[in-house]
């Protein structure tokens, strides 16, 4: 093959390349979902939506906010719930053969997935978010267990009785409810500042916290 003829052949891979990606865009649509029945845990499985629970007297139900694609690259979430627990778990059948081109694709294409929570304790609530941001405002939860990969934590006046999070090239920035006496701290920020490395109390409440290339900084606020 000559050179030319081959860089006439690449030149119009590249080309469908580009339509590809610029044809790949989904076509989202807005969907809910509100728990029929009372919940106190929660399971959460993300692969790239940013993920923002919310807590609110103004909420009387669980109600999850998200949104859906069916075109050829489905992305979908399966949600149910069964004796207390609510499960959110996102489905995607790209496969990685998705082609995602452009910085429109990544602020438009990746919404977020909101759960809005009564003000009422949780039992426990787990997230395991590949490669998406969590936050949680407010809230009142037992076990706390979060880990992403690449992507921030954020607890915003939260109190928890155990709170373990995990995260690399991120940090866990958190504002939890509680003095520090209440806590027993473990804590571990690789390559990174860590404000509770010097915490000697050993209360009954836990945090177990674990970045790499990232920060941990914990502040105790009043109720």
């Not at 939860?141 to 690399?168: M, Q, R, W």
């Amino acid at each position: 093959m000559t050179m030319k003829r081959f860089v006439h052949i690449g030149g119009i891979f590249l080309f469908c390349i580009s339509l590809m990606g610029c044809s790949s865009r989904y076509t989202y649509t807005q969907e809910s979902f509100i728990a029929d029945e009372e919940i106190d845990s929660l399971e959460i499985d993300e692969m790239d939506s940013t993920i923002v629970l919310e807590f609110s007297d103004e909420y009387k139900q669980i109600k999850v906010n998200y949104r859906e694609s069916k075109e050829v690259d489905e992305i979908r979430y399966d949600i149910s719930s069964n004796e207390k627990l609510l499960k959110i778990k996102k489905n995607d059948s790209t496969n990685g053969f998705a082609i995602h081109i452009g910085k429109s694709n990544i602020e438009e294409e990746i919404p977020e997935l909101k759960v809005e929570i009564p003000n009422s304790y949780m039992n426990s609530i787990d997230i395991s978010a590949a490669n998406c941001p969590v936050k949680i405002i407010g809230g009142e939860i037992g076990n706390l267990n979060i880990k992403t990969d690449s992507c921030p934590i954020e607890l915003i006046h939260t109190a928890v009785s155990s709170f373990t999070g995990v995260t690399k090239d991120a940090s866990i920035i958190a504002s939890i409810v509680g003095k520090p006496a209440d806590f027993t701290v473990k804590s571990n920020a690789q390559n990174g500042t860590d404000n509770l490395e010097n915490h000697t109390f050993t209360g009954q409440k836990q945090l177990d916290l674990i970045t790499k290339d990232g920060d941990i900084e914990v502040t105790f606020v009043d109720d």
